[in-house]
């Protein structure tokens, strides 16, 4: 209680459900000491720092090595990695300060988590068709593959005519389809060998795990506090991380299967000259 001609700084979170397009039909709050919201504070920004970090390392480290590859699957992937880092900024509330000069982007502010995950959701799509060979491989799924990509480049249309929750329950469903569609495309070629597939494998269940945990605190299944650890980001920089790997390893197939080539026809060479000379 507050007594008569006191006063108490108090800090508060309007959140009583897990849907924040939705108006609180109460004023429920949590409060903190200012020293613990303070800790959490700096907290939160170390991790918001190590995880913004190693995006930003991961899509210069990626651009140099595309200069110098000029492999097309670095692009969906470096975009998907920029896709990451934004959501990063967005989902941790700094985009509203850092763009406060932009008047409107207060009342955007909602509708761009539809966006930047229309940019991760049909980057990450492009980067599975072009490095799974999808279109050759298993020309059906390519064929869904196109579908989800559609949808994908539609979703931002129903809250730009208003109807942000149907956007938000129309993109969670669309998210659960094409992880798993990826997934099951992972798996595929991982169990033939597919090169550098393993790494695709590991690192893109890495992600699935992380929204599975998410997907667990809403629903009850694990508490709400596990969101503090951060599992969707963990998930995403271990994708992201072996994700580097698969294409390195990639190249260097390539590169052999090359040398093989080239030793080949240089043998074959040999023996035209030899049978000359005879």
């Known amino acids: 209680?507050?007594?008569?001609?006191?006063?108490?700084?108090?800090?508060?979170?309007?959140?009583?459900?897990?849907?924040?397009?939705?108006?609180?039909?109460?004023?429920?709050?949590?409060?903190?000491?200012?020293d613990k919201f303070e800790r959490d504070e700096i907290n939160h920004r170390i991790a918001l720092g190590f995880f913004s970090g190693a995006y930003i390392i991961m899509l210069f480290y990626n651009l140099f090595i595309y200069f110098s590859t000029r492999d097309r699957n670095y692009i969906p992937y470096?975009?998907?990695?920029?896709?990451?880092?934004?959501?990063?900024?967005?989902n941790s509330g700094y985009t509203v300060s850092i763009l406060s000069a932009w008047e409107n982007y207060v009342h955007m502010h909602?509708?761009?988590?539809?966006f930047l995950s229309q940019i991760l959701g049909s980057s990450m799509l492009i980067f599975t068709a072009w490095f799974l060979d999808v279109k050759n491989r298993y020309p059906k799924y390519y064929t869904v593959l196109k579908i989800?990509?559609?949808i994908i480049l539609f979703l931002p249309v129903p809250s730009l005519l208003g109807h942000a929750n149907l956007n938000e329950k129309l993109s969670g469903l669309d998210g659960i389809v094409t992880m798993s569609f990826i997934l099951i495309l992972a798996i595929k070629s991982a169990?033939?060998?597919?090169?550098s597939s393993q790494f695709f494998?590991?690192?893109?269940?890495?992600?699935?795990?992380?929204?599975?945990?998410?997907?667990?605190?809403?629903?009850?299944?694990?508490?709400?506090?596990?969101?503090?650890?951060?599992?969707?980001?963990?998930?995403?920089?271990?994708?992201?991380?072996?994700?580097?790997?698969?294409?390195?390893?990639?190249?260097?197939?390539?590169?052999?299967?090359?040398e093989l080539k080239q030793a080949?026809?240089?043998?074959?060479?040999?023996?035209?000259?030899?049978?000359?000379?005879n």
């Not at 909602?110 to 539809?114: A, D, L, R, V």
């Not at 169990?191 to 090169?195: A, E, I, Q, S, T």
């Open 264 to 277: 080949e026809i240089i043998h074959q060479l040999h023996e035209k000259q030899e049978l000359q000379v």
């Open 148 to 150: 989800l990509l559609v």
């Open 110 to 114: 909602s509708k761009m988590q539809f």
């Open 78 to 90: 470096m975009v998907a990695l920029l896709g990451a880092l934004l959501l990063t900024f967005h």
């Open 201 to 258: 494998l590991v690192g893109y269940g890495a992600f699935a795990l992380g929204i599975i945990v998410i997907l667990s605190t809403f629903i009850g299944v694990l508490p709400a506090d596990v969101r503090d650890y951060y599992p969707l980001n963990i998930g995403s920089s271990i994708e992201m991380v072996f994700f580097s790997l698969a294409l390195g390893n990639r190249i260097n197939v390539l590169a052999k299967d090359n």
């Open 1 to 34: 209680t507050i007594g008569a001609e006191k006063t108490k700084t108090v800090y508060f979170n309007l959140g009583s459900t897990v849907n924040y397009l939705q108006v609180p039909t109460n004023l429920r709050f949590k409060v903190f000491t200012q």
């Open 191 to 195: 169990l033939v060998r597919y090169p």
